[in-house]
């Protein structure tokens, strides 16, 4: 079966640190598709946030997050990592992570999301 | 980068057809045919139900259907069943750095 699983979502204080994790299974993780970070602010829509290239030689962020959020892969572990730093009550949100079709640019599988709260 | 413009919610009855608008720019809607639809139910992860304009992913009801004129893309539910309440969002490629956009959402009742 075709599964991403997140992990690393909790509490913490406006201007802390956070890394999220993104477990892949059922697909070949390193050669084949881009993967991204989602997020939902409570009773919100959707936001792209960054991706990054089946070799992690490329990545890319949405302009709120740059200079704060680091994305990267172990192709060897079929893992994706969003190391969050400086982080701030607007992040709140569950972020989910999600393959991409780099042919027909859908986000065709998706993880069921991790929570991520920021608040003193 | 702004939000892609959907309406906030549409209502239907069992067996009625639905379409849900979503509008953009000549920069990601209308420049490009990668626009993708997602349901998602409450607390629940998106699923994608349309790329590329108008393909359904294995799976996915016929009852669905996409298509698009200039900057608009539309989602077409048929036969409205009580399964389809849920929100569904539009997201569209973009040639902005932001490279993928989403809609503002629409919220499905079925009545």
């Known amino acids: 079966e075709v599964q991403l699983v997140e992990s690393g979502g909790t509490l913490v204080q406006p201007g802390g640190s956070l890394r999220l994790s993104c477990a892949a299974s059922g697909f070949t993780f390193s050669s084949t598709y881009w993967m991204n970070w989602v997020r939902q602010a409570p009773g919100k829509g959707l936001e792209w946030v960054a991706n990054i290239k089946q070799d992690g030689s490329e990545k890319y962020y949405v302009d709120s997050v740059k200079g704060r959020f680091t994305l990267s892969r172990d192709n060897a572990k079929n893992s994706l990592y969003l190391q969050m730093n400086s982080l701030r009550g607007e992040d709140t949100a569950v972020y989910y992570c999600a393959r991409l079709n780099s042919g027909t640019h859908g986000f065709d599988i998706w993880g069921q999301g991790t929570m991520v709260t920021v608040s003193s | 980068q702004s939000a892609l413009t959907q309406p906030a919610s549409v209502s239907g009855s069992p067996g009625q057809s639905i379409t849900i608008s979503c509008t953009g720019t000549?920069?990601?809607?209308?420049?490009?045919?990668?626009v993708s639809w997602y349901q998602q139910h409450p607390g629940k992860a998106p699923k994608l139900m349309i790329y590329e304009v108008s393909h359904r992913p294995s799976g996915v009801s016929n009852r669905f259907s996409g298509s698009k004129s200039g900057n608009t893309a539309s989602l077409t539910i048929s036969g409205l069943q009580a399964e389809d309440e849920a929100d569904y969002y539009c997201s569209s490629y973009t040639s902005s750095s932001t490279f993928y956009v989403f809609g503002t959402g629409t919220k499905v009742t079925v009545l």
């Open positions: 000549s920069s990601d809607v209308g420049g490009y045919n990668f």
